[in-house]
C-alpha cells in the first residue's frame, strides 16, 4: 500500500508596524521558522505589507495598491518558496487598471504563480471600510492544485458565508484557508466577536470534512480618518481545525505566534467520502440560494 499522503499546515501571527520591509522581513522570518518545524502549507495573515488602512477613507491609501504582475513582494516569496519547498498564499492590495481589489496569489512550491483570488465579500463598517478601496472579487472560488495539496483560499470577511467554502470544497479542496485581519469594534468597545468568528469557521471545516486554518494579526493600531483617530486591537486567535470542526492549534490574543498541525489526507478524504454529506447533497432543492431575499 502506497504511503498516507500527509501534508503539515503552518498559520502564522504576527504584529504589523506601517512599514512594507518590516513587514515582509518579518513574514519571511516566520515562513523560514515553520519551515523548519516542518510545515508544507505556510499561511500569512491579510494584506501584511502595513496597517490595516480600511479604517479610514483616504483617497491617499489607493497608493498603497500595486499591479499583481512584478508585485514586488510576490515575487520575494516566490523566491522564498521555491527555495525552501513550501506553498505560500500571498495577500496583496491589487491595482488593475482603475479596479482595486483585495487579493491573494498563490505560490506554489517550486516558486510557480499558481494564480489569483480576489475577495468576493466585501464588508463596509465602522473600523472595516473596505468597500472603500475594494472593487468585488471576479475570480469566483477557486482551488489551487499544489505540490502538497489542493487548496481553497479565501479572506477575512469570506469566511463567515458558507457557501464560499462548500463551493470550494465541491471543487475538490482538500484544506480551506483563510488570511484575516480582525479585532476589536471601533464604534462598540463592548463587542468582541472573536469566539463567534472561530465557531462560524469550525463549522465550515466540520460540515464539509476538511482541514482549515486562519491567520489572524495582533497588536494595536491607529489610523488618522476624517473624524479623528480610530483604532483596532487585533485579537489574534489563529488556529488550525480538523475535519471534524475541532481546534487542534489555537494562538494567544497578543503573542507572535505559529501554529503547525499535521493531517492525513488519504485518511480525511475517506472520512469525507463515507460521511455521506456529499452523497446526499440535493442542489435542486438549494435554488433559493440563488435568490437575495428568499423568495422563489
Excluded at 187 to 209: C, I, P, T
Excluded at 227 to 240: D, L, M, R, V, W
Excluded at 275 to 283: A, C, H, I, L, Y
Aim: charged share 25%; glycine share 8%.
Amino acid at each position: 500500500m502506497a504511503d498516507a499522503r500527509k501534508v503539515v499546515v503552518a498559520a502564522l501571527q504576527f504584529a504589523c508596524s506601517d512599514t512594507v520591509s518590516e513587514n515582509v522581513d518579518t513574514a519571511e522570518r516566520l515562513v523560514r521558522a515553520a519551515h523548519k518545524e516542518g510545515a508544507n502549507i505556510i499561511l500569512i495573515q491579510e494584506l501584511f505589507e502595513g496597517y490595516y488602512f480600511c479604517q479610514a477613507q483616504r483617497a491617499d491609501y489607493f497608493q498603497r495598491a500595486k499591479p499583481y504582475k512584478g508585485h514586488p513582494t510576490i515575487l520575494r516569496m516566490q523566491q522564498l518558496a521555491k527555495e525552501l519547498g513550501v506553498v505560500i498564499p500571498v495577500s496583496f492590495f491589487e491595482e488593475e487598471n482603475n479596479a482595486h481589489y483585495n487579493s491573494v496569489a498563490i505560490i506554489d512550491a517550486d516558486g510557480t504563480d499558481l494564480g489569483l483570488y480576489r475577495k468576493s465579500h466585501i464588508p463596509d463598517g465602522p473600523g472595516y471600510q473596505e468597500k472603500f478601496y475594494f472593487n468585488p472579487g471576479d475570480t469566483g472560488f477557486k482551488v489551487f492544485s499544489t505540490r502538497f495539496a489542493k487548496i481553497g483560499v479565501a479572506i477575512c470577511w469570506d469566511q463567515w458565508f458558507p457557501e464560499a467554502a462548500r463551493a470550494m470544497v465541491l471543487q475538490g479542496a482538500e484544506i480551506l484557508l483563510y488570511p484575516t485581519a480582525i479585532g476589536s469594534e471601533p464604534q462598540d468597545q463592548e463587542l468582541d466577536s472573536r469566539e463567534h468568528w472561530k465557531r462560524v469557521m469550525q463549522g465550515h471545516a466540520g460540515a464539509n470534512l476538511v482541514p482549515l486554518a486562519a491567520s489572524n494579526r495582533i497588536g494595536k493600531e491607529t489610523i488618522r480618518t476624517e473624524h479623528g483617530a480610530s483604532t483596532i486591537t487585533f485579537y489574534g486567535n489563529s488556529f488550525i481545525a480538523g475535519p471534524t470542526g475541532e481546534i487542534v492549534a489555537l494562538a494567544s490574543d497578543t503573542n507572535e505566534e505559529i501554529l503547525v498541525a499535521e493531517f492525513n489526507l488519504d485518511y480525511i478524504k475517506t472520512l469525507r467520502h463515507s460521511w455521506g454529506v456529499f452523497r446526499d447533497r440535493r442542489p435542486d432543492l438549494y435554488k433559493v440560494l440563488l435568490t437575495l431575499d428568499g423568495s422563489k
